[in-house]
């Protein structure tokens, strides 16, 4: 085999696995977000039964889930567009973008 079908062969491999690293890197991601989503969820729902310093207290764990989510988010979104995917609409309706709860 010549010198040339090797590089070839050799830059097809590591261009292989880096789109795997890639694919994988984004499920990661997703699946975090997709975790902080339903944890925010269930930290909303708690904090409308809550009053007093417990509320105080569910609402600055609620700010962190939802600050850990926006960010996590973002992750997603740039790790998307590194491989070449830029149009978020249908990110938005699968991961929807955390809002700002309540001050």
Do not use: K, N
């Not at 988010?73 to 309540?102: K, N, T």
Request: proline share 3%.
């Amino acid at each position: 085999m010549s010198r040339p079908a090797r590089s070839e062969e050799s830059l097809a491999r590591v261009e292989s696995e880096l789109r795997g690293e890639q694919a994988a890197a984004l499920r990661r991601i997703g699946e975090r977000l997709a975790e902080l989503l339903e944890e925010l969820s269930r930290c909303r729902a708690r904090l409308a039964d809550l009053s007093g310093e417990t509320r105080v207290q569910e609402r600055e764990a609620t700010r962190a889930v939802e600050a850990e989510a926006r960010l996590f988010r973002w992750y997603l979104e740039v790790q998307r567009e590194s491989v070449g995917l830029r149009d978020h609409r249908r990110l938005d309706e699968v991961y929807p973008r955390p809002e700002r709860a309540e001050r």
